[in-house]
């Protein structure tokens, strides 16, 4: 059986643990450290938190380009290494001496979208589709030849959420079909080409509202931002979070950024082509709620302007 070293973070990195925990051998997981979280809890990663579950060795390292940890892989000499999502750069040393044998499952078709948000930016950016890539990782930034692609389609229901889970069972599955057939795959692999684009790392300011965009662009910041950062605006000078909305159909003519009605679950926001319906909403320091339940005891003053 295969020998693994699995080195991966966040909950997108569990399901191909799991997976691969139940087709190889993972001989050790490599994870960030333990985070103060929930209250300043100190608590495992989610990778981590699986790996003890699952009774798998864990170790995690300052840096993995450290002699100590290069020793370690020696000793294991593991048949592969699957990064996901880990959070450090690996580095020539290692990526020798597995002889492209260090497999990344990268949420991109790429060379589009590389970097650290690929899920946020295909849907903030209107894609179409988006995938997933398993790449021969080089030293570069997801530069890597790629040895497998399998697509989806980013439909107006997906968010942020939604395709996050989708594209992580796509790479569960992917992986292992592409460890199967190794040889193949890599003889076949494709160089990435020079028409590449990138997925900057998100920041919490980036999920300010701008009205003064069209309906079709809010959309797609207000699910690919959803959860985390979240998009926001001021109400009032209060601010106020946007969950969930929907492109209205309706487009009169007043200013930019202005509630011009609501309705039993909607709020009605003007833009720069039409409208949008805000629909899951949360005011600083109360919890997220659904307009229509929040009508229900409150109101909302239409001819206020947004910010």
Not at 221 to 232: A, D, L, V
């Amino acid at each position: 059986m295969k020998k693994i070293i699995f080195m991966g973070t966040p909950d997108f990195a569990v399901p191909p643990l799991e997976v691969l925990n139940e087709n190889f051998e993972i001989s050790l997981v490599v994870s960030q450290k333990d985070k103060l979280r929930n209250r300043k809890k100190l608590l495992p990663t989610p990778v981590k938190q699986k790996a003890l579950e699952l009774g798998l060795e864990v170790i995690t390292p300052d840096s993995v380009k450290s002699d100590e940890f290069f020793e370690i892989v020696k000793k294991i000499n593991p048949d592969f290494i699957v990064v996901v999502a880990f959070g450090q750069i690996i580095d020539k040393r290692l990526i020798d001496f597995m002889q492209g044998k260090i497999l990344n499952i990268h949420a991109s078709i790429l060379p589009e979208l590389r970097g650290s948000a690929p899920i946020n930016w295909a849907i903030v950016n209107g894609l179409e589709k988006t995938g997933v890539s398993i790449m021969s990782i080089d030293v570069g930034l997801d530069t890597g030849d790629v040895l497998d692609i399998e697509e989806t389609e980013i439909s107006d229901l997906d968010n942020l959420e939604t395709l996050y889970e989708r594209l992580s069972k796509m790479g569960s599955t992917l992986i292992v079909e592409t460890m199967n057939d190794f040889e193949n795959k890599y003889k076949n692999r494709i160089k990435q080409g020079d028409n590449f684009s990138y997925a900057p790392m998100i920041k919490k300011e980036m999920g300010k509202l701008n009205f003064n965009d069209t309906s079709r662009n809010i959309f797609n910041k207000i699910r690919g931002f959803y959860n985390w950062p979240s998009t926001f605006c001021k109400y009032m000078g209060e601010n106020i979070k946007v969950h969930r909305a929907e492109i209205g159909t309706e487009s009169p003519d007043i200013e930019v950024g202005t509630i011009f009605k609501t309705s039993k679950d909607a709020i009605f926001v003007k833009t720069v082509d039409g409208s949008i319906k805000l629909l899951e909403i949360q005011f600083a320091g109360k919890k997220r709620v659904l307009v229509k339940d929040y009508l229900r005891g409150n109101s909302i003053k239409v001819g206020e302007i947004l910010s």
